[in-house]
């Protein structure tokens, strides 16, 4: 298996700009979370899906930030406008329920918002 | 909900030696505790994990101990290698597979 695949790995953005962030997860997982890590604050859980339905996001910091997953093989956070204190690393994590393995992180994506 | 604290945030220790740390979390109903090694650039990684019906878990250099009673649990590291030099994450969850509450890390470096 691949892993948790995520795209773009850096987005280097003006403020005011749309960002889409991409996640395919490990086949087989129904669970999905998207987590954003800063050196301040950590890594914070901003939503999380089961079985493709949002379950929890009470962690996406305001309205600008979205995010779907239309199938089990992918997701998308979106951050529309940008603003300077989005720029962080968001992972894209997935896990299966039975599988006592915990999470599987993909790679990260290194937004730049400028 | 869950609150996870670590420590320390940073640890150096020589090449060879033992490394520790800590974590303490608060809902008492956490029964699943991984811990995720996170090199330069890279997402987390599990590297062990343990659950509340065992009070402890080795593998090879790395083992992790677990007191529900105190709640706190512990990552142990021995004859430590430069290539152990990572964040070190602990965290707690109620249910495998749903969410977990990560404690804030720990830089640990191991100089050679």
């Known amino acids: 298996d691949a892993g948790v695949i995520q795209s773009p790995r850096h987005e280097v953005t003006e403020m005011g700009q749309e960002v889409t962030l991409r996640c395919k997860p490990i086949?087989?997982?129904?669970?999905l979370f998207w987590y954003r890590q800063t050196m301040m604050r950590g890594l914070e859980l901003l939503i999380y899906?089961?079985?493709?339905?949002?379950?929890?996001d009470s962690g996406m910091p305001e309205d600008r930030f979205s995010a779907k997953m239309p199938n089990a093989s992918f997701s998308t956070l979106k951050i529309q406008p940008s603003e300077p204190r989005d720029s962080a690393v968001y992972f894209c994590?997935?896990?299966?329920?039975?599988?006592?393995?915990?999470?599987?992180f993909g790679s990260g994506t290194r937004l730049t918002v400028v | 909900g869950e609150n996870v604290e670590q420590h320390p945030s940073t640890l150096s220790v020589q090449e060879g030696d033992s490394a520790v740390i800590k974590c303490t979390y608060s809902?008492?109903?956490?029964?699943?505790f991984p811990w995720y090694k996170q090199e330069l650039g890279k997402g987390p990684q599990l590297i062990i994990d343990?659950?509340?019906?065992?009070g402890e878990k080795k593998d090879q250099r790395i083992a992790v101990t677990l007191n529900k009673t105190a709640k706190h649990f512990s990552l142990h590291i021995t004859e430590t290698q430069p290539e152990d030099s990572a964040v070190y994450f602990c965290?707690?969850?109620?249910?495998?597979?749903?969410?977990?509450?990560f404690g804030t890390g720990t830089s640990l470096t191991v100089i050679p």
């Open positions: 965290a707690a969850s109620t249910n495998t597979g749903n969410q977990f509450y």
């Open positions: 086949s087989g997982h129904d669970y």
């Open positions: 899906f089961n079985n493709n339905v949002p379950i929890d």
């Open positions: 343990i659950r509340s019906n065992v």
């Open positions: 994590a997935s896990s299966s329920r039975g599988s006592f393995h915990g999470y599987t």
């Open positions: 809902d008492s109903a956490s029964n699943y």
